[in-house]
C-alpha cells in the first residue's frame, strides 16, 4: 500500500512538470500497467492551470485530477484531485490534495510561512467521512522548503546545456504530515514519441530517494528539452515487480 501512495505523489509530481508559468495550459495523457512485457491501459490524467488572486495576490492555481479505469482498479484506485497555488516566481503558497479512494476520503494540505530566517510550513489530514482532523505537524527548515509545484517550477528553470551527466539537486519537499528529501539528477537525453503521434526531444531526469540506507531510482521523466520542460514520458518503477508508464496524448 505505502507503494502505491508514493507513486501516486511521484506521478503527481511528474506530470506537473511544465505546469507552471504557462497560461491556461491543458495537458492530458494515458496510463499505462507494465507487467513484464504486458501494457495494458490504466486511465488518465488531466492537468490545467489559470492566474487567479490569491489572498491579494497574482498568482498561479494549477489543478489535476487523476483517475483509474475498471482494470486498474483491481490493484489499486487513482481519483485525486490536486490544486496548488504558487507565485509567478514557482514560490509555494498553498497546496491542497483531495484522496477519493474506496471509503477513504481525506484531504491533505500545506500553508507556508516565513519567520526571519526559518522556512515553515503547517501540515494538516482532515477525514472527510467525520469531519475531523486527524494530523496536525509544523516542520521549518534553514533553506526552502518544495512541495510538488514549487519543485517543478525549480525543475522548469534547470539549464542543462552547461550540465555534466550525473549533475544533482537535493529538495525537502513535502509528502503528508513530514518533509522529505527529493534527488533529481540529469542523466542525458533521448528522443521520445508520445500518444500524440509526435517525437520530442527530451532530457531524462532521474528522481530517487533513500531507502533504508540505499539509494533508489523511483521514476524517469523524460521531458521536453526547452523552457517549458513538459514531461512526454514517465516511467515509474514499484517494488511489486510492476511499472507505471504516462505517456502524452
Not at 73 to 89: A, G, H, W
Not at 234 to 240: E, H, K, M, V
Request: charged share 25%.
Amino acid at each position: 500500500m505505502a507503494d502505491v501512495r508514493f507513486f501516486k505523489l511521484l506521478l503527481s509530481s511528474l506530470l506537473l512538470l511544465g505546469a507552471i508559468h504557462v497560461n491556461a495550459s491543458d495537458y492530458r495523457y494515458n496510463l499505462y500497467l507494465g507487467l513484464g512485457p504486458i501494457k495494458i491501459p490504466a486511465g488518465t490524467a488531466h492537468l490545467y492551470d489559470s492566474e487567479v488572486i490569491y489572498e491579494g495576490m497574482l498568482a498561479v492555481r494549477t489543478a489535476m485530477e487523476l483517475n483509474t479505469n475498471p482494470k486498474a482498479d483491481k490493484l489499486f484506485v487513482l481519483r485525486d484531485t490536486i490544486e496548488s497555488y504558487n507565485t509567478k516566481e514557482g514560490e509555494s503558497l498553498f497546496f491542497k490534495k483531495t484522496i477519493n479512494e474506496g471509503n477513504r476520503h481525506n484531504v491533505e494540505t500545506a500553508h507556508y510561512s516565513k519567520d526571519n530566517d526559518r522556512f515553515i510550513v503547517n501540515l494538516d489530514t482532515w477525514d472527510m467521512n467525520t469531519n475531523t482532523r486527524t494530523n496536525h505537524s509544523t516542520e521549518w527548515r534553514p533553506t526552502r522548503i518544495f512541495d510538488i509545484m514549487s519543485m517543478i517550477a525549480f525543475a522548469q528553470n534547470i539549464d542543462t546545456s552547461n550540465r555534466e551527466l550525473g549533475s544533482t539537486e537535493n529538495l525537502p519537499m513535502v509528502n503528508g504530515n513530514k518533509v522529505v528529501q527529493q534527488y533529481l539528477v540529469y542523466i542525458g537525453n533521448k528522443k521520445i514519441k508520445a500518444d500524440d503521434g509526435c517525437t520530442y526531444d527530451c532530457m531524462v531526469i532521474s528522481i530517487r530517494d533513500y531507502s533504508k540506507g540505499k539509494e533508489r531510482e523511483t521514476v524517469k521523466a523524460y521531458v521536453t528539452n526547452d523552457s517549458k520542460h513538459t514531461p512526454v514520458q514517465l516511467d515509474i518503477i514499484l517494488s511489486t515487480g510492476t511499472s507505471i508508464k504516462a505517456l502524452l496524448k
